[in-house]
């Protein structure tokens, strides 16, 4: 072998060393992204729930996430495009045998709902939800949201855990991870299923997967709350205490002999918090206990329709966990069990007909839940966030009476504590198909929240099989554009 080959042979195989140590660098903790070592707080296991510092000066304390399941038409709702009026049942120009999800695109259609100006500010809103648009003035529009993926599972894990793939935790676990929750005797995360039932990737939503198991979000709703809390018959009240302090002697010891044992301390906090919400959980779900003006408020007496009166009793659920200090509730609009678009926001074949059904069990009630926690003074500190897992197409799929989903481009809102209150942020294309202005991605929308609640989004981070995790991954920019 000549000089020239050893000589080669050593500059190839250093360089791949130097690469292999340039690969091991990202992925052992991230630091390269984030300029900065990554932010774990400070847990004690035997009160992961205390509440802790954020990183820095929050906002908002609590956060209220409204989750239409099953992707809300942006066009036919909050985005106004007169354009869709003016070419209606024309071809969308440059869209020649558009496919998408189902397949191929028909014309554009025009709005299925005339659109008015609300408040003080004029935003233009259709008259699907006119209540949720008559506060436009305390709403902070998104209109250039975007998503990784056009079908239901992986859009909604995107929008609730940050990742398309499954196993990875709900915002609401990452924000308990961070924070706590001001509330000891009730679940620092709960997530409220529509009564209906669940979104499609049920659980994931609320799953904490490689966090620890304590930060699992915790959920029932007014229809179906906390099964097996109230002390069996025959067993009195001392008795029932005897038996938890002999329980928790136990605990502590098996606890001593088995440290950072996640799932153990996770078993046991939950027991503890089991015992300690036999009163605070029934008294939450309560909702008798509320003012007769409340519950017609919200539209949770009305007889002639069963399902908008128990989204509304979820509504009213919702704000009497924030007032109890809850640190981040999930409410979600929409259930896949009854098909698609029955239940829900995908509307296909027949949006019209299923739209207008969907539009009077979501509108009163939420609008009511908004306009709640601003007369009590909560949106002061309470975060809300309106979100929906993807959006739909300006045309209509062909043969069909319909739209068809769309990641390119649909709005998202915001209201309450950390965001400018009457504002419309970025814009899609004149049909409503495409962000074009200030695009925005899930990762930014998560980035900002997390930044609203003073915690980094870049440096908060839990080590999972050699990776540091993040729930932005390696992405996401705080939209500074809607900050208040």
Not at 302 to 327: H, M, P, Q, T, W
Request: charged content about 20%.
């Amino acid at each position: 072998m000549n000089a020239w080959s050893n000589r080669r042979n050593f500059l190839g195989d250093f360089s791949k060393g130097l690469g292999g140590l340039g690969l091991l660098s990202l992925l052992t903790d991230g630091r390269m992204q984030a300029g900065e070592p990554p932010l774990r707080p400070d847990i004690d296991p035997e009160k992961p729930n205390q509440p802790r510092p954020p990183h820095f000066e929050a906002k908002a304390d609590q956060v209220l996430m409204i989750f239409c399941s099953g992707a809300l038409s942006h066009v036919d709702t909050f985005d106004h495009k007169p354009a869709l009026v003016r070419l209606h049942d024309q071809p969308m120009p440059g869209s020649s045998g558009l496919v998408t999800f189902q397949g191929e695109n028909g014309n554009l259609i025009q709005p299925l709902w005339t659109f008015r100006p609300r408040g003080q500010s004029g935003k233009m809103t259709s008259d699907l939800l006119p209540r949720i648009g008559g506060l436009a003035d305390d709403l902070c529009f998104i209109h250039s949201m975007t998503a990784k993926s056009n079908t239901h599972g992986p859009a909604e894990n995107q929008m609730s855990t940050g990742f398309t793939l499954d196993g990875f935790p709900g915002i609401g676990c990452w924000t308990t991870y961070a924070l706590g929750s001001e509330c000891q005797d009730l679940p620092a995360f709960v997530a409220i299923p529509d009564p209906r039932g669940v979104p499609q990737v049920g659980s994931n939503h609320w799953n904490s997967a490689f966090l620890p198991a304590v930060f699992q979000g915790t959920a029932f709703n007014a229809e179906k709350p906390i099964p097996h809390l109230a002390r069996p018959e025959g067993i009195s009240l001392s008795t029932d205490e005897a038996t938890r302090s002999f329980l928790d002697t136990l605990n502590r010891k098996h606890m001593m002999k088995h440290p950072g044992n996640t799932e153990l301390v996770a078993r046991i906090a939950s027991y503890e918090m089991a015992a300690r919400m036999q009163l605070a959980a029934s008294d939450v779900v309560d909702i008798a206990k509320e003012p007769g003006h409340i519950l017609d408020s919200y539209g949770a007496n009305d007889a002639s329709n069963k399902n908008k009166a128990g989204f509304a009793r979820n509504c009213i659920l919702a704000r009497r966990l924030l007032e109890r200090g809850v640190r981040f509730v999930q409410l979600f609009n929409g259930s896949y069990a009854m098909g698609e678009g029955v239940g829900n926001w995908d509307g296909h074949k027949s949006l019209k007909e299923q739209y207008t059904i969907h539009g009077e069990i979501l509108d009163q009630p939420c609008a009511a839940l908004i306009q709640d926690l601003k007369q009590r003074g909560m949106l002061s500190r309470t975060l809300v966030v309106f979100v929906t897992e993807f959006g739909r197409m300006p045309t209509f799929q062909k043969g069909a009476n319909g739209r068809d989903h769309n990641p390119q481009g649909f709005t998202v809102w915001l209201a309450g504590a950390g965001v400018k209150a009457g504002m419309s942020y970025g814009a899609t294309d004149e049909f409503g198909f495409k962000a074009t202005e200030n695009v925005s991605t899930i990762y930014d929308l998560h980035a900002t929240i997390l930044h609203i609640l003073g915690c980094n989004h870049e440096r908060l981070s839990f080590y999972n099989n050699g990776i540091e995790r993040r729930l932005t991954d390696v992405h996401g920019r705080v939209i500074q554009g809607i900050l208040g």
